[in-house]
């Protein structure tokens, strides 16, 4: 303690014990509107957000420059932790009608939106039984353009979610786009080769390398991790219809409200890179 702290002790008649207790009072305080809004973004979200999105989104509400280190702190003092993803991934073997080469291998780059697609098909359990949730993501700013949801696993499925895809995408960008899918059955079918001729690039994955697909393979794990596998949200799978339920709201949120790393929404990336 140095001695000007001993002289105003001495002076005010305070204890040395009690000056440091109101120090700590006053640290624990510092930051008490941190730690509530902390809490308040973790309940929002389910807890799908990890120190850095939580950096961002509180820095940005409550217009402070925080560090990953200080909310890491505290978010372990206050007991907040985020969700872990889990990872599966899974080939299905099929007959293919046609093939396609792997044009893109692993090329995910791009400068705007509308150059490049990625679309796969994966299913959620319920105690209903199963529901196929069929999706396609722009690499270039993350967001789901299109998705249908179904008890069936079939071309339906998709084909409905692609013909959506081409009345809202806008004819000026049909005819060079590339699309990346994997081998299964709908994607190897003459029906959907005559569905894309003229309008999307097909570039179809090698033989059991998921990881040429990883665009949307990497959006599922984020909706199993956030929504599907969060204990928060278990209840919401009980059955088919408060499964879809979820699932679209969760794709809404993740679109126009979930903070990426860079500190935007997907559907802004996107429509900044078309305007």
């Known amino acids: 303690m140095n001695i000007v702290l001993i002289l105003i002790c001495e002076v005010l008649k305070l204890n040395r014990s009690s000056y440091y207790e109101w120090l700590k ?3 624990n305080n510092k930051y008490l509107e941190v730690e509530k809004e902390l809490i308040a973004i973790d309940n929002e979200v389910n807890s799908i957000y990890g120190r850095k999105r939580l950096t961002k989104e509180l820095n940005a509400r409550l217009n402070t420059n925080y560090s990953e280190q200080t909310i890491r702190r505290i978010m372990k003092k206050i007991g907040i932790e ?3 993803r889990k990872k599966k991934n899974k080939y299905k073997k099929t007959n293919a009608e046609y093939i396609e080469e792997n044009i893109l291998m692993r090329d995910f780059s791009t400068t705007s939106d509308n150059q490049k697609f990625s679309t796969d098909v994966t299913e959620i359990s319920t105690p209903e039984g199963k529901l196929y949730l069929s999706g396609i993501i722009d690499m270039n700013s993350k967001k789901i353009l299109e998705y249908t949801i179904s008890s069936s696993n079939n071309n339906e499925l998709v084909f409905r979610m692609m013909t959506n895809l081409f009345n809202n995408i ?3 960008y049909l005819g060079n786009i590339f699309i990346q899918t994997d081998r299964g059955y709908q994607y190897t079918s003459y029906q959907f080769k005559e569905l894309i001729k003229g309008k999307l690039i097909h570039s179809m994955n090698r033989p059991g390398h998921c990881p040429d697909n990883s665009p949307i393979e990497s959006f599922w794990g984020i909706l199993k991790a956030e929504l599907y596998y969060n204990p928060k949200c278990k209840k919401l799978f009980r059955t088919k ?4 339920n979820a699932i679209e709201n969760y794709i809404e949120f993740y679109n126009t409200k979930r903070v990426t790393e860079k500190g ?4 802004l990336i996107r429509n900044n890179s078309l305007n």
């Open 170 to 172: 806008g004819a000026k």
């Open 241 to 244: 219809l408060s499964a879809k």
């Open 25 to 27: 009072a006053k640290e």
């Open 82 to 84: 985020c969700v872990i």
């Open 264 to 267: 935007t929404t997907p559907e």
